[in-house]
């Protein structure tokens, strides 16, 4: 009987796990269940259907946070945003959803594709949003309806948003690039500093006056580069394998975006299906593969992972770096850097320098069954509610009239201090069109050239590839891929 | 003294179906009312797998003939085979395919072999201190798997992991970079794998602990040595814990899933060899937002399974034996 049992019991519970193999399962180690349950953390309120309750109050539904707005400081300020939106809206009441990060872009793939999607969406950046091409609201027609003034922006970030799809944004917090500077390494290797404006030369050590462009940017870093030996990377003897202090580094999230600080561009050309690769890209790729394996003034793919050399996730922060192109959002940590560092421009790629631009804001979904409700709510996000959001997700004003108060803001955190200028100038020299434009399944794209994705980590890892062949080989996988979207 | 050949243990009955019965639970009033309670005991169970697993497995069937996708702009229509068919015709399903059996060919002999060995050591009567080793054996199993994903990516770090430090210190001046070698990424996450086996190690050790030990006194008279004892006692006698462990592992290697999506972002790097069938899966669906497609790749996935598995059951008649079979 026990034997009989038994067997009975194994078979059950082995097709229970083979079952499991198809749906969400209950091993903690291996399925994709496990992972979402691991590392979701729980909806403040459980999703609801946006509908009118009874009484004539429309029910709104706030999803976050496809791009930041999930941590416990922000959420106490979104919490209270919702608050005194409900109490002075009696009409329209708002639910707020968080959802990690890791979690929210397939999260709202399965509400979207249930039938179940949420009203309004934010922040999300350019990127994110483009994760949902073509579900997001045209606000066009509301924004006459209802004369919302966007005069208050600045031309380029609001044309930002309009797309194929229409104007599916309004322009939120913006985050312009520079060159973030360790000003000490200068000094002590006896370099001038870089220039805080576009279109300065900048001062070699010999004196000699030479655009402020990637060469230039090379040779000083070549210079700030040194080993444990104290021999920089122009010097005999120099040790590559053993490596204190790197010169430069770029803005290696995405290839995408390292590339727009060489020109502006995107992957699609005009028929949007056909991969076209910008040359200026192109260039910057090789100039990051050189600047690791053959130059050595950048951090490897496996010193890059290491948290002892990189503990958070940007070099610069470590205080190792002396120079390193970055958004604004990335004042979040470079407080680390130590108290001496600035901005300065970025250089110029064939004499046009670009700073490559990352924006964030909220967006109204196309299946919402109250977008007139959502909009006033959107609007009440970039509005009344947006110097408390901006300033709990560290966000740089989109509204020119507010951006005085944004670099106080951004000021009060640091000791040293920052010539905010050069990120306000890096405005003008945003890349457009952006680099996180629309292509082609997306997000299946993005496992090639986005954040991790296959060649950025290639890349890092091995000394030795043959650049051109490498590019190749990427298009061709893209169009691959491109050729199978629907 | 040479040694007498002893027999095997004979497995008895096998082949037989006798287990296929119709069980005498219902016959009298007292079984009647422990099935009863058996059931509400497993009530929970049953509505949780019926609510969570059942029916969202119905439910992938049922899109798996339907066109949900959010990548693409059109009303949801009854598309047939047609999942099926681009599954068939895609490259990436056989080469994620081919993944995940090389890597389970190479994985799960090692993932059964060694918690048993580490059992048999640990059972053994002259290791002092068994405690302790049964504690630092299963200690890893109760860390977060993910957290411990993360540490051992930190240890295996080309340039500051520490058992590269440790092969620098030794002499070996250009250690391998473990995680992006093709050739040393399946050794390098069986190893990782190897970290989590307490609970494997359990299994078998409480396995071990239920041989009576009459059979190796037994053993022993007839002149068997330590070898003989293992290969006519120790293996018969543990053969349904190894059926249990192989088909756990067979289920287990053919969902892997985490560790290459933590390790590599779900990319497949390096070369492709970590892009296994499950990480696809995920992928389609969640990631590329092709429900309908991932569904479809679920549904293979189960089959492959279902066949596998079904294949080892059948196989078990001839190597598996139950002392207390009747």
Redesign the interface.
């Known amino acids: ?8 019991g ?2 059950i519970a ?12 209950g ?6 269940a ?2 979402a349950s ?2 979701a953390a729980p909806a403040s309120t459980a999703p609801e259907t946006a509908s009118a309750a009874p009484g004539g109050v429309v029910e709104l539904r706030w999803y976050c946070c496809l791009g930041g707005g999930e941590a416990p400081e922000q959420k106490t300020v979104e919490d209270k945003v919702v608050a005194d939106f409900n109490a002075s809206h009696p009409n329209i009441h708002v639910t707020f959803e968080v959802v990690t990060y890791d979690q929210a ?2 999260q709202l ?2 509400e ?2 249930s039938g179940n999607g949420p009203d309004v969406v934010g922040p999300v950046g350019i990127g994110g949003a483009n994760a ?1 091409h ?2 997001w609201l045209d606000l066009a027609p509301l924004i006459a309806k209802t004369n919302y003034d966007l005069s208050g922006f600045p031309a380029n970030v609001v044309d930002i948003y309009k797309l194929d799809e229409g104007q599916v944004g309004i322009p939120f917090a913006i985050y312009p690039s520079a060159l973030f500077y360790k000003k000490g390494m200068f000094d002590e290797a006896g370099l001038k500093e870089p220039p805080h404006k576009y279109g300065d030369k900048y001062t070699m050590p010999d004196g000699s006056q030479v655009d402020w462009n990637y060469d230039t940017a090379l040779k000083v870093a070549k210079l700030l580069t040194v080993d444990k030996n104290n021999k920089d990377a122009t010097q005999a003897g120099f040790d590559p394998k053993k490596i204190a202090q790197w010169g430069l580094e770029l803005q290696r999230d995405d290839l995408r975006g390292m590339g727009a600080y060489f020109g502006p561009g995107k992957l699609a050309s005009g028929d949007g299906k056909t991969v076209a690769i910008p040359d200026a890209w192109k260039a910057a790729w090789k100039y990051y593969y050189n600047a690791i394996w053959t130059d050595h003034v950048s951090l ?4 890059f ?5 990189n503990p958070k996730d940007y070099p610069f922060f470590n205080g190792h770096t002396a120079m390193s192109e970055n958004f604004l959002w990335s004042t979040y940590g470079v407080g680390d850097a130590g108290d001496d560092w600035n901005l300065a421009a970025v250089p110029s790629y064939n004499g046009t320098a670009t700073a490559a631009f990352n924006a964030d804001t909220f967006r109204i979904l196309k299946g919402s069954k109250h977008p007139d409700e959502a909009f006033t709510f959107l609007t009440y996000l970039l509005g009344d509610a947006s110097a408390d959001l901006l300033t709990a997700y560290g966000g740089f004003p989109a509204r020119t009239a507010n951006q005085a108060a944004g670099i106080a803001a951004l000021q009060a955190q640091f000791k040293n201090t920052v010539d905010w200028q050069v990120a306000v100038d890096g405005i003008d020299h945003a890349d457009k069109p952006n680099f996180e434009d629309f292509m082609p ?1 997306y ?2 794209s993005l ?1 090639l050239v986005g ?4 060649y950025l ?2 890349w890092g ?2 000394a030795g590839l043959d650049m051109d062949k490498e590019i190749t080989s990427l298009q061709t996988d893209l169009q691959a891929i491109w050729d199978k ?2 | 003294m040479a040694s007498v050949p002893i027999q095997p243990v004979k497995p008895r009955n096998v082949g037989q179906r ?2 296929l019965r119709r ?1 005498s639970l219902g016959r009298t009033a007292l079984a009647r009312h422990e099935a009863r309670w058996g059931l509400i005991f497993l009530s929970p169970w049953l509505i949780g ?1 019926l609510a ?3 029916f ?2 119905i439910a ?1 069937l049922a899109f798996s003939v339907t066109n ?7 009303p949801l229509r009854f598309v047939g085979l047609e999942n099926f068919q681009r599954m068939l015709a895609d490259k990436q399903t056989w080469e994620s395919l081919a993944v995940t059996f090389r890597f389970a060919a190479f994985n799960l002999p090692i993932a059964i072999v060694i918690p048993f060995v580490v059992a048999l050591v640990l059972n053994s009567r002259y290791l002092k201190g068994v405690g302790i080793f049964r504690t630092l054996f299963f200690m890893p199993y109760v860390i ?3 957290s411990g994903l993360l540490a051992w ?2 240890m295996l ?5 520490w058992v590269n430090e440790f092969l620098r210190i030794i002499g070996i001046q250009n250690p391998p ?1 473990w995680l ?1 070698d093709t050739t040393l990424i399946y050794p390098s996450l069986a190893f990782i794998g190897l970290w ?1 086996i307490g609970a494997g190690v359990i299994v078998n050790l409480a396995g071990l602990k239920g041989i009576p030990s009459e059979l190796y006194d037994a053993a022993r008279i007839d002149g068997a040595g330590w070898w003989a004892s293992l290969r006519n006692v120790t293996l018969p006698m543990m053969s ?1 814990v190894i ?2 462990s192989l ?2 592992g067979i ?2 290697v ?5 560790v290459p ?1 933590v390790l ?7 070369g492709g060899s970590t892009l296994f069938f ?1 990480l696809v ?3 389609q669906a ?4 092709n ?1 309908s497609y991932g569904a479809t790749l ?2 293979l ?2 089959g492959i ?2 066949a596998i ?1 079904l294949v080892v ?1 059948r196989t078990s008649r001839r190597w598996v034996y ?1 002392a ?3």
């Open positions: 009987m026990r034997t009989r049992l038994l067997r009975v194994s078979l082995a097709v229970a796990l083979v079952f499991a193999a198809c749906g969400p399962s091993s903690a180690s291996s399925s994709p496990a992972v691991e590392s872009n397939g793939t399965t979207i594709q949902f073509g579900q490897t793919g496996p010193q992972e290491s948290k002892d050399i399944a997000n299946e496992g954040s991790g994705g296959k980590t290639k890892n091995s979207a629907p | 006798r287990w069980p797998f969570f697993t059942l969202p497995m992938s949900i996708s959010l990548a693409q702009d059109q977060p798997f993910v990516q930190g770090n080309l340039e500051t992991g970079n992006q989590g349904p059926f249990y088909i756990l289920v287990d053919l969902q892997y899933f985490l999506l590599y972002n779900g990319t497949g790097e390096p499950n899966i995920y992928k969640f990631n590329f937002q429900f679920a549904w996935l189960f399974t279902l598995t059951f139950y207390g079979e009747r």
